[in-house]
């Protein structure tokens, strides 16, 4: 989403609330600039989702931004950027062995921020990758958001969430 920034806010608390003053500032400072406030879906139940909406929030559909980065699809283009399709299942059943872990811990199974370090180290591990991000947030920021293109799913599906279109 080229001519998108994402700035966070905060939590989803101050977002509501627009603590930092974006949404109001930020437009009367520029014209034609449009702030879409966004929060991560965590564990909201549909009713507060409603509310959300009903009040200029929009809510991703998954728990949370890292659902994306890491999903099945982009974790696919990243072995075919790297010339490794043939290694796709191994990443794909190492994602799956990170989420029966945490699952097994108590953690929901879509709480993929909580297997996110996981998954980068055996990607990084399955792929020999090198100088892909020091850690599981700038692998996903660096590395794999640049993987996400509109003709895919889970693009789509973020586009929607963000943009309600």
Do not use: W
């Not at 977002?15 to 930092?20: E, K, L, S």
């Not at 974790?75 to 794909?92: G, M």
């Not at 055996?122 to 920021?141: C, E, M, P, Y």
């Amino acid at each position: 989403m080229a001519d998108t920034t994402f700035i966070s806010a905060g939590n989803s608390k101050e977002v509501q609330n627009d603590f930092i003053g974006l949404a109001t500032v930020l437009p009367k400072l520029a014209s034609g600039m449009k702030i879409i406030r966004l929060i991560d879906r965590d564990d909201h139940s549909q009713s507060e989702v409603v509310a959300f909406k009903s009040n200029g929030i929009n809510v991703l559909s998954l728990r949370h931004i890292e659902a994306y980065l890491y999903d099945d699809e982009v974790l696919t283009a990243l072995c075919n950027s790297v010339e490794k399709s043939e290694k796709t299942a191994d990443v794909l059943a190492a994602k799956a062995a990170a989420i029966t872990n945490v699952v097994n811990q108590g953690y929901p199974a879509d709480d993929i921020k909580k297997t996110s370090g996981t998954i980068y180290v055996s990607a990084k591990r399955i792929l020999s990758l090198t100088q892909v991000g020091n850690d599981a947030g700038a692998f996903a920021r660096n590395t794999l958001a640049k993987l996400i293109k509109p003709d895919m799913a889970i693009y789509k599906k973020l586009h929607m969430d963000v943009f309600g279109v």
